[in-house]
Every structure is written in structure tokens, then in C-alpha cells.
């Protein structure tokens, strides 16, 4: 049981280039998220999916596309990189996010390091 | 007044010692919070969930203030792989966002 894993783990791009960060998880989890992590600005949501099919705009959508083929997959892609771009980016999965649940604790895959020179 | 927060810190504090992280939240209809704790580099992970009539685990204790919007984590005989940062989590009762972190208050322990 890995858990939630990301690839790439780390990368750099020049402004302009594209690129695809991909996360699995193995816990049947129906609900996915992308995050951003910047210095001073903790956690901020980019996209989440609610099931496979369907994506939704979070915090910071701008710039980022992101699909749901498949349950385990949830595929971050960014079109054109900018430099502003450059950041930690986190997956996660729960269960389910229902408050009164207790099976809303999302689980973090390790993080992808992204430079955009 | 943002939804979630937090003293960033850092809370610089002696091995043995107690040391204690306010949070407060904007969102009265907010049900459910959480603490998560990230290491340096690290992924975050749930640390525990707040419950109204407060809860404990070992030396962490979390407590829930509804009346006025706020949640805490009391930390008891800090150990020195206590440092990390530990972030408030909040399930609000509407919006367009499952959960809203908080920025996070660093705790360092130093021997």
C-alpha cells in the first residue's frame, strides 16, 4: 500500500514549457486535490475532484488544468509555465470530505519541487 | 479577516516545556477541525481532530472554542521531534473549498 505517490519529484522548466504532474493513490479514495505551497502563504487549494470525471476550481485555478480519467490518477498540467509558478505542489486524497465524517483526513503524497526560470 | 489564522511562529522552546498554538477561524458555521503537522520538506499529516468537548492524545490536548471562533493545541513536555509546523484545519459549512489550511505556526524545541 503506497499511498499517495507524485511524479516527478522534483523539476525545472523555462518560461513557456509545459509540463504534467501525475499523483496515484491505492486507497480507492474518491476525492482528489492539488495543492500549491509558497513561503508565507501556506497551503493553497488548486484543483479538486470529487470523483473520477470530475474536477473542480479551488483557491488558485489560474494557470493549471487538471483531469480525473481514472479513479487513482488526478493529473495536474500546466499549459505555459511561469516563473510565478515556481512552488511545492502537493496531492492529496480523502475518502470523502464530509464534515460530520470521520473519514475526511486527507492524505499527502511527498510533494513535487517545480523551478520555472 | 481571513478564513483561518494563525501566529506563524517561531515558538522557540526549551526541551520539557509546555507550549500552546491559538487558531481562530472567521466562519461561524465552520463543523469540523483538524491539526496537521508537517516536518521540514515533508508532506503534511493529520495530527488529531478538534471535538467540541475537547480530546487528548498524550501529551497533545485540542480544544474548541465555538463561542469565540477559535481552536487550540497544547503541546506538554515538548520533545525535540515536537519541531515542525503545525497547521489548523477548518471544514467549512459552505463554499467552494473542502478544507482551508491555515498558514501554519513553527515550533521549534531546542535541548
Known amino acids: 500500500n503506497a499511498g499517495v505517490t507524485q511524479t516527478p519529484k522534483f523539476r525545472v522548466l523555462k518560461t513557456g514549457q509545459s509540463m504534467t504532474l501525475l499523483c496515484a493513490q491505492d486507497m480507492n479514495h474518491e476525492y482528489m486535490y492539488w495543492y500549491r505551497q509558497d513561503p508565507g502563504m501556506g497551503l493553497r487549494l488548486i484543483h479538486y475532484?470529487?470523483?473520477?470525471?470530475?474536477?473542480a476550481k479551488g483557491e488558485v485555478p489560474d494557470g493549471y488544468n487538471v483531469s480525473r480519467l481514472k479513479k487513482q490518477n488526478f493529473l495536474l498540467g500546466l499549459e505555459s509555465a511561469a516563473p510565478s509558478q515556481t512552488s511545492v505542489y502537493f496531492c492529496?486524497?480523502?475518502?470523502?470530505?464530509?464534515?460530520?465524517?470521520?473519514?475526511?483526513?486527507?492524505?499527502f503524497g511527498p510533494g513535487t519541487r517545480l523551478t520555472v526560470l | 479577516r481571513k478564513e483561518v489564522e494563525q501566529d506563524p511562529g517561531p515558538f522557540n522552546v526549551p526541551e520539557g516545556a509546555t507550549v500552546a498554538f491559538n487558531c481562530t477561524y472567521s466562519n461561524s458555521a465552520s463543523q469540523s477541525f483538524f491539526w496537521y503537522r508537517q516536518d521540514c520538506r515533508k508532506e503534511p499529516k493529520l495530527l488529531m481532530s478538534?471535538?467540541?468537548s475537547g480530546n487528548e492524545d498524550g501529551r497533545f490536548t485540542a480544544q474548541l472554542n465555538r463561542a469565540s471562533q477559535y481552536i487550540s493545541l497544547l503541546i506538554r513536555d515538548s520533545k525535540l521531534s515536537d519541531s515542525a509546523t503545525y497547521l489548523c484545519?477548518?471544514?467549512?459549512?459552505?463554499?467552494?473549498?473542502?478544507?482551508?489550511f491555515g498558514k501554519g505556526t513553527r515550533l521549534s524545541v531546542i535541548a
Open positions: 484545519v477548518v471544514i467549512p459549512s459552505s463554499g467552494n473549498t473542502p478544507l482551508v
Open positions: 475532484s470529487v470523483g473520477e470525471g470530475t474536477t
Open positions: 492529496a486524497s480523502s475518502l470523502t470530505d464530509i464534515a460530520a465524517s470521520s473519514y475526511n483526513e486527507q492524505f
Open positions: 478538534v471535538y467540541s
